[in-house]
């Protein structure tokens, strides 16, 4: 008996089932749902065609996805959805709050970041924007920092970095920006590995997991963690800027992500 259309269909649920929690919970009807999958499955469709060395044509790409040539060609023509700007702006902020921790320029005697003033050449909020963030303006980067309580303004004006992780703490849709972006990495991290036919070329993706953890010890393990956590994605996020380069040609995105998950009732896992 062949397994795996129950491995997929088990995964398919695992993946859809709290991501379908979101979407009921933001007013997202099965039909948007739908009309959305259904252009990702052409558009992927394409993608796999030419991944095979197929021929792109609205043909084979039919015949890959199911779905009817009529409707291949319309959404095929339809305009694609632009996932790139929600990650853009992730980066610039993550990157303006990377550099205010490790650029020399904007550190204090002790090598802490130190409080900057708005405007000014140099040593500045301004200049640290325009330095990290590319051609986003100054006050929506700190319109920005200060939604998601990363800053604050002081009593001389001047604004400081009280929290060096950014996690939007008001905006729902910062968020789930946030959730397509690191999920979607996430798993193209485990399709990687998948596909890889030599194990030198895998994507590090480890996990520690217990299923009798006294809960009673979670608040001070949770405490641990997040200290520890905390403190190698800093040291990651050293390399990464040090070994930074300004062409195109040679550069890569990369990410490394630490997520803690706790199941309150095993047994809901059967629901």
Same mark, same amino acid.
């Given at each position: 008996?062949?397994?795996?259309?129950?491995?997929?269909?088990?995964?398919?649920?695992?993946?859809?089932?709290?991501?379908?929690?979101?979407?009921?919970?933001?007013?997202?009807?099965?039909?948007?749902? +739908? *009309?959305?999958?259904?252009?990702? #499955?052409?558009?992927?469709?394409?993608?796999?065609?030419?991944?095979?060395?197929?021929? @792109? !044509?609205?043909?084979?790409?039919?015949?890959?996805?199911?779905?009817?040539?009529?409707?291949?060609?319309?959404?095929?023509?339809?305009?694609?959805? *632009?996932?790139? /700007?929600?990650?853009?702006?992730?980066?610039?902020?993550?990157?303006?709050?990377?550099?205010?921790?490790?650029?020399?320029?904007?550190?204090?005697?002790? %090598?802490?970041?130190? *409080?900057?003033?708005?405007?000014?050449?140099?040593?500045?909020?301004? +200049?640290?924007?325009?330095? #990290?963030?590319?051609?986003?303006? $100054? $006050?929506?980067?700190?319109?920005?920092?200060?939604?998601?309580?990363?800053?604050?303004?002081?009593?001389?004006?001047?604004?400081?970095?009280?929290?060096?992780? #950014?996690?939007?703490? !008001?905006? =729902?849709?910062?968020?789930? *920006?946030?959730?397509?972006?690191?999920?979607?990495?996430?798993?193209?991290?485990?399709? %990687?590995?998948?596909?890889?036919? %030599?194990?030198?070329?895998?994507?590090?993706?480890?996990?520690?997991?217990?299923?009798?953890?006294?809960?009673?010890?979670?608040?001070?393990?949770?405490?641990?963690?997040?200290?520890?956590? @905390? /403190?190698?994605?800093?040291?990651?996020? =050293?390399?990464?800027?040090?070994?930074?380069?300004?062409?195109?040609?040679?550069? =890569?995105? $990369?990410?490394?992500?630490?997520?803690? %998950?706790?199941?309150?009732?095993?047994? =809901?896992?059967?629901?």
């Amino acid at each position: 008996m062949n397994l795996i259309p129950e491995v997929i269909q088990n995964t398919m649920i695992r993946v859809l089932k709290p991501l379908i929690r979101i979407l009921l919970r933001n007013g997202i009807a099965y039909a948007t749902f +739908a *009309d959305t999958a259904r252009k990702i #499955y052409v558009d992927s469709g394409f993608d796999e065609a030419k991944r095979r060395q197929q021929k @792109q !044509t609205v043909s084979n790409v039919s015949i890959l996805t199911g779905i009817n040539r009529k409707e291949v060609k319309r959404l095929r023509e339809a305009l694609a959805y *632009d996932t790139d /700007q929600s990650l853009k702006k992730f980066n610039r902020t993550v990157r303006v709050i990377a550099g205010w921790q490790h650029d020399e320029d904007f550190l204090d005697k002790d %090598h802490e970041p130190k *409080d900057l003033k708005l405007e000014g050449e140099q040593g500045s909020f301004s +200049a640290l924007v325009k330095r #990290y963030s590319g051609d986003m303006p $100054v $006050v929506a980067m700190l319109n920005a920092l200060l939604d998601s309580e990363n800053i604050r303004i002081i009593d001389n004006g001047n604004i400081q970095l009280v929290n060096p992780n #950014y996690l939007p703490a !008001t905006d =729902s849709d910062k968020k789930l *920006d946030i959730l397509g972006i690191d999920t979607a990495e996430f798993i193209e991290t485990i399709d %990687h590995n998948i596909n890889i036919k %030599h194990a030198d070329d895998a994507w590090f993706q480890r996990k520690a997991s217990n299923t009798h953890v006294d809960i009673n010890a979670l608040p001070k393990i949770k405490q641990r963690l997040n200290k520890k956590a @905390q /403190q190698l994605l800093e040291d990651i996020d =050293s390399d990464f800027s040090d070994n930074e380069t300004n062409d195109e040609q040679s550069s =890569s995105r $990369v990410s490394v992500g630490i997520y803690f %998950h706790q199941t309150h009732n095993p047994e =809901s896992e059967e629901d």
